[in-house]
């Protein structure tokens, strides 16, 4: 996945934003909180994704694939997926809008329903997936 593809996908789902912080990190939230971000590890970009525990457990061992600078440290379940071979482009896809799924589920109810936001993580997905 490119830098611009993954833009891309971000900027299809609902109800997010993209900023550049962090030495011109691509950063994309729902509300103020971070679901997505793309920096730059060596020459290649870095994707950064929120992840289940389930998630956590399975993929950070594998190669091209690493607990998240920073976040990780810091006892949240981020991973980031620096270099080849790491994850393919669907399954990448798919670990974003799962993280994206995850911070949009933590968001209050009244904020949600401000935001337009479907209130279930199925509803969720369901618009993320039909725009």
Request: net charge positive; proline share 5%.
């Amino acid at each position: 996945m490119t830098r611009a593809e993954f833009n891309a996908f971000c900027a299809r789902l609902p109800q997010t934003h993209h900023v550049v912080q962090w030495r011109n990190a691509d950063v994309w939230k729902v509300d103020t909180k971070v679901f997505a971000i793309c920096g730059w590890h060596d020459n290649d970009a870095a994707f950064t994704f929120k992840v289940s525990d389930i998630a956590w457990e399975v993929l950070q061992d594998q190669p091209g694939i690493r607990p998240a600078p920073y976040l990780a440290s810091r006892g949240m379940k981020w991973l980031q997926h620096y270099a080849a071979p790491g994850l393919p482009d669907a399954a990448l896809r798919e670990h974003l809008m799962l993280s994206y799924l995850l911070v949009a589920g933590g968001i209050s109810g009244k904020k949600r329903r401000e935001l337009a936001l479907p209130d279930t993580l199925e509803a969720l997905a369901a618009a993320a997936t039909t725009r």
